[in-house]
């Protein structure tokens, strides 16, 4: 069963005209806007921003980028945006979108996945998955909250991990598929249950994050290891474009 | 709305199809995953469909007495509120008026809550799931439903927005009143009509 909490995510966000101020490639596939927006709004750790491109006859394509900036970070929003190939939005995106140009966007969105720094939470992603718990990250770091949370990510090859400078530290561990940096411990493969730190802090909340198939797999593997189906959270990220 | 964003031509403005509503995209074969909890375990020996709240008296229908009713196909397009749409899907199962009709429904109701067994819930208008317009679907292509589809049983109201087919459903409630499920409760809308993109609050 899961958790029939109380909204807490906004009843209602207008669109608005952000402003891009920065660029970042996080990776070869993987870019960072940073969004000014004429009325900030403050977001939870966890939520989207939906971004609508429109052509001039009208035509719009609109997809959710979740937010990897924490809450109360004085500096811009970031959103980050995984370049899907024959992605409409997010190849406009990484290939024409410049410092300068404006973007419509809307958000905060989104009131389930996300993490208020109130309970342990285990942060575990896939790929482009570790954006909504980076932002979680963040927060923590940011807040004095990090003996709350552990995280772990998953990804192909060094070159596919995002925030890479940032994300090393005591709460998280990376896991390498394919290919690990030059006397990495760990061999080369998937997620096993002995990547998840342990033991897990009663009353922890998990946050998956990542493919389907990841999702899944992460999710059950949680629960094998004892963590109540309900306080496991997730958020798949499919290949929407 | 007035201004355009610089450079964006729509693809080279394909003929668009007109199945699609405003802000969609087809996903062609692909029909991408977004559950927002642990995929269940259903079995279907000891599986049930209640319909329950104001009604004459609650019905409940096992895996076999449910296959029993009248069969009721579903052919035409899913919309989802992450703007993907699958056009041309056939869907199998029995007709949502169907159940409500062996219940009897209370003159008083306007509204059910669906729900799920991994405690998912959404609400929908009592007249969106009357009219063979709702299904309660076990079959996806003259196929068994897919388990991360919401198999072995899915709510299927296709003219709305997809998360108010709920997967892994397991039972209506009939209600005088409109009460915000899962999602609605998070921020989306609590009708969800594609045509009108009420997709979040406010819409």
């Known amino acids: ?241 | 709305m007035g201004r355009f964003t610089r450079g964006f031509s729509g693809r080279g403005q394909k003929e668009r199809d007109l199945r699609l509503p405003p802000g969609q995209y087809d996903t062609g074969d692909r029909w991408p995953v977004l559950t927002a909890e642990v995929t269940p375990r259903v079995d279907t020996a000891t599986w049930s469909f209640t319909v329950d709240g104001l009604v004459a008296k609650p019905a409940t229908w096992s895996w076999d007495e449910i296959h029993a009713l009248p069969a009721s196909t579903f052919a035409g397009d899913i919309h989802c509120v992450t703007t993907w749409s699958k056009l041309g899907v056939n869907f199998g199962g029995v007709s949502i008026d169907t159940l409500l009709g062996a219940a009897g429904v209370q003159p008083s109701a306007t509204h059910v809550l669906a729900r799920s067994s991994t405690g998912y819930t959404t609400n929908l208008p009592l007249a969106d799931v009357t009219g063979d317009k709702a299904w309660v679907a076990w079959e996806y292509e003259g196929k068994p439903l897919p388990v991360e589809h919401g198999g072995p049983a899915r709510l299927l109201v296709p003219h709305l927005y997809f998360w108010k087919s709920a997967k892994w459903v397991s039972g209506l409630q009939l209600l005088d009143h409109d009460e915000p499920g899962f999602w609605e409760r998070n921020g989306y809308h609590d009708r969800g009509d594609p045509w009108l993109e009420q997709r979040y609050q406010g819409d």
Request: net charge negative; aromatic share 8%; hydrophobic share 40%.
């Open chain 1, 1 to 241: 069963m899961i958790d029939l909490v109380t909204d807490s995510g906004p009843r209602s966000s207008p669109w608005q005209n952000a402003k891009v101020v920065g660029i970042k490639e996080e990776t070869a596939r993987a870019k960072s806007f940073q969004l000014a927006l004429p009325e900030p709004a403050p977001h939870l750790a966890g939520q989207h921003y939906v971004v609508r491109l429109t052509a001039p006859d009208g035509y719009t394509a609109s997809r959710s980028y979740s937010i990897a900036s924490a809450p109360g970070d004085p500096r811009e929003l970031e959103i980050t945006v995984e370049r899907l190939e024959g992605g409409e939005v997010s190849t406009f995106l990484h290939d024409e979108v410049a410092v300068g140009d404006e973007l419509d966007v809307r958000g905060p969105i989104g009131g389930w996945f996300v993490w208020e720094g109130d309970v342990p939470a285990l942060l575990v992603g896939g790929g482009s998955g570790v954006v909504p718990l980076m932002a979680m990250l963040r927060y923590a770091r940011l807040n004095g909250k990090v003996d709350l949370v552990r995280l772990v990510v998953s990804v192909r090859t060094p070159e596919d991990l995002y925030y890479a400078e940032e994300i090393a530290g005591p709460e998280s561990a990376l896991v390498y598929t394919r290919v690990t940096p030059a006397a990495f411990p760990r061999p080369p493969a998937r997620l096993t249950p002995e990547d998840i730190p342990q033991p897990i802090a009663a009353g922890t909340r998990a946050y998956v994050c990542g493919s389907s198939g990841f999702a899944d797999a992460a999710s059950h593997m949680l629960v094998d290891l004892g963590v109540p189906a309900p306080q496991v959270r997730v958020e798949r990220f499919g290949p929407s474009g």
